[in-house]
């Protein structure tokens, strides 16, 4: 099947437009069959790929990529579309480090227009791209189109507050021709809720009795439902749908995971994201290992028991964020609001207003959607809520878009916010039972995406609610190294290397990272170096002990060693650390280099050796 595509990027929608109807059945079966074999092979999203198969081969016989524009929201579902565009080749290499992304990439074809991995933001591209080429002269109010813009969105995506505000301005110059195409396949991991899925619901079962649709009220035209698998059917409603010339909504109703059935009969997310598979047993190859989500989820049930007031918020990522099990205990006291980060921090907001104590768990890159709310509607008030920021710092094969790497550096700068990092599971139980007893500000509790299979790290003395972790017996204090949450098993790994070499280390884990406590800063005062290592850009932790220092007149060095201003693309997590010194020997080298910066100045005498 691979072979029968292969060509040149340019040439390769157009032959799909040129392929026969009796064909296309087959094409759709081989690329389906190509798409198991080498996503279990490599792991990545399938599910959602599995369900736009026939949608994607029928938008590339409608509009011509890349001269007409095709949008993916979210992305995750674009795999077909690099197959039909040259890239089915590259497929082996998927999500590694090099490789094929998992998501649009700009970088790899003319026909990714966006990188976009985040929900519901395709409408507003397209309504931008749409004005753009209309005062550049390539579309007309009047007469025939030359360009087109395809946004593709599932009822998901639509869950999402960008979306209609995406939508509201389409409506304002309805004229414009964007092709709207509604992916309905009912689901995001799980089924999709709200208001919207419910209308959705109603246009598939009984469209002609429906009236007229949402999409209709709002001044844009409306074509479907159409059968999602049906390329006949799509072929004729996205020809209908270009020659209205004006924004219309085309309602295609799909099955995510079709046809695999270990997908069909995963009701839990349809086999949405996987890692490496046996294809003929649905199976992951290995057992997998504990992760820090799953621990939390444990730990948040277990608590739940003990604080009625406790509820727990998810956008649209139940199962992903690790609230199954407390859904299942407090089914009344989970509140999923669809794929609306805003609105999950906002209503938690509301919530805490009237006495409870919501703990909203969200990836640490989609926090970045609702830091408004964070500050202003939450922050402001000091209000009593959580914020669960699973897969923070390096998250290994979603690349640029997925990396936790900007939640220290935001939210340091939230008055009030505490922010706890925990470095291994049993940290993480005591740091959940402190957050949810705070009253009076709002806290964050940071971890990764990786295996919570590590030793647990004992404390060899505790100050101020901070841990000891290391302390050289006998040798001047040299050195001072902050590791934030998971940051120390390298930290202690860097001082037996260094006190190796005989220089002597310390290492402290803040456990409650932010606000920086004075007693960091007294520490900070008695050794002649420190190094603050954390798994975030800069403008975290290490800028907020540096600025603490400097507001209490302490003059020892601040050197911070964390992940670079920049977008970093995918790879393994332990490659991706190791490449920016995130590892014991990677620190230890940076505090030699450091100190070799320091050997032409005076070491200033330290205070003495116990504190």
């Given at each position: 099947?691979s072979?029968q595509v ?6 390769l ?10 064909e ?8 389906r ?15 959602a ?6 949608l994607?081969?029928a938008?590339?016989r ?5 001269s007409?524009?095709i ?5 995750h579902?674009s795999?077909?579309?690099?197959f ?8 082996g290499?998927?999500?590694?480090p090099?490789g094929?992304?998992?998501y649009?990439?700009?970088a790899?074809?003319?026909h ?9 933001t395709s409408l507003?591209?397209a ?5 753009a080429?209309s005062?550049s002269?390539?579309?007309t109010?009047?007469?025939p189109a030359r ?9 998901g ?10 939508l509201?301005?389409l ?10 195409i509604l992916?309905?396949n009912g ?7 709200g ?14 009795q429906?009236?007229?649709?949402l999409?209709?009220q709002?001044?844009?035209a ?6 999602g ?14 020659s209205?010339n004006?924004t ?12 695999w059935h270990?997908?069909?009969?995963d009701?839990?997310d ?13 199976r ?8 820090w ?8 049930a277990?608590?739940?028991a003990?604080?009625?007031e ?9 199962h992903?964020v690790?609230l ?6 407090f089914p ?6 669809g ?5 999950a ?9 009237a006495?409870?104590h919501?703990?909203v ?14 500050l ?14 699973d897969r923070?710092g ?5 690349g ?17 916010m505490?922010?706890a ?14 957050a949810?007893?705070v009253?009076?500000?709002p ?11 590590g030793?647990?790290?004992?404390a ?5 609610g901070m ?8 040798r ?5 190294i902050?590791?934030?949450g ?9 001082a ?7 220089t002597?280390?310390t ?13 960091l ?11 603050v ?9 290490g800028?907020a002990?540096t ?9 020892t060095?601040?050197r911070g ?5 920049a977008f970093i693309?995918?790879g393994p ?10 590892t ?6 940076a505090?030699?280099d450091?100190l070799?910066d ?7 005498s330290?205070?003495?050796?116990q504190w």
């Open positions: 099947m072979g292969a060509g040149d990027e340019a040439g929608p157009m032959r799909v437009r040129d392929l026969p109807p009796a296309l059945a087959a094409l759709a079966a081989g690329i069959a190509f798409l198991v074999e080498k996503v279990c092979a490599t792991g990545g999203h399938l599910g790929n599995l369900g736009v198969v026939e994607t081969i938008v590339h409608a509009f011509d990529s890349p007409d524009v949008l993916f929201d979210t992305g579902q795999y077909v579309h690099k039909l565009t040259g890239r089915a080749g590259q497929f290499t998927l999500r590694q090099g094929l992304s998992g649009p990439s700009r790899e074809s003319p990714d227009w966006v990188e976009n991995s985040h929900a519901s507003a591209y309504d931008g791209m749409a004005r080429f005062l002269g390539t579309l109010a009047r007469g360009r087109h813009v395809a946004a593709i969105i599932g009822d995506a639509l869950t999402g507050g960008l979306a209609w505000e995406g509201n301005n409506a304002a110059s309805p004229e414009r021709p964007v092709i709207v992916n309905d689901r995001s991991y799980q089924p999709t809720i208001g919207v899925a419910r209308h959705l619901a109603r246009l598939r079962c009984d469209p002609p429906a009236g007229p649709t999409f209709e709002l001044g844009l409306y074509i479907g439902p159409v059968d698998h049906d390329i006949a059917a799509l072929d004729d409603a996205l020809a209908r749908a270009k209205l004006r219309v909504v085309v309602h295609a109703v799909t099955e995510k995971g079709r046809g270990h997908a069909e009969a009701d839990a349809r086999m949405h994201s996987v890692g490496i598979l046996d294809a003929a047993a649905g992951p190859t290995q057992p997998g290992k504990e992760s989500t799953a621990v939390f989820g444990e730990y948040l277990d608590i739940g003990r604080h009625p406790v509820v727990a918020v998810t956008a649209a990522m139940l992903p690790g199954t099990r407390f859904a299942e205990r009344g006291r989970v509140f999923d609001v794929i609306a980060e805003q609105e921090v906002c209503s938690a907001a509301g919530m805490a207003m006495g409870l919501p703990v768990a969200v990836y640490a890159t989609f926090l970045n959607r609702a830091f408004d709310q964070v202003m509607d939450v922050a402001l008030h000091q209000l009593p809520v959580t914020f669960v920021l923070a390096i998250t290994g094969p979603d640029a878009s997925h990396h936790g790497a900007w939640d220290l550096a935001l939210l340091s700068v939230v008055p009030g505490r922010v990092a925990p470095r291994d599971p049993a940290r993480l139980r005591e740091l959940l039972e402190e949810v007893v009253a009076d500000a806290t964050a509790i940071r971890f990764p995406k990786s295996p919570a299979d030793p647990d790290i004992p060899i003395a505790r100050m101020d841990d000891i972790l290391h302390r050289g017996a006998g001047p204090l040299d050195v001072l902050v590791a934030a998971v940051m120390a098993v390298p930290a202690v790994q860097a037996r290397l260094l006190e190796a070499a005989g002597g280390v290492v402290i884990d803040p456990r409650w990272l932010l606000p920086v406590h004075p007693t800063v007294h520490l900070v005062a008695r050794h002649r170096l420190a190094v290592i954390e798994d975030g850009c800069p403008g975290g932790l800028d002990v600025r603490a220092c400097a507001e209490a007149g302490v003059s060095p601040v060693l964390a992940l670079p201003t693309q995918h997590r332990d490659q991706l650390l190791a490449d920016y010194q995130l014991g020997p990677g620190c230890a080298q505090v030699l450091a070799g320091l050997a032409a100045q005076p070491a200033a330290p205070a003495g050796s």
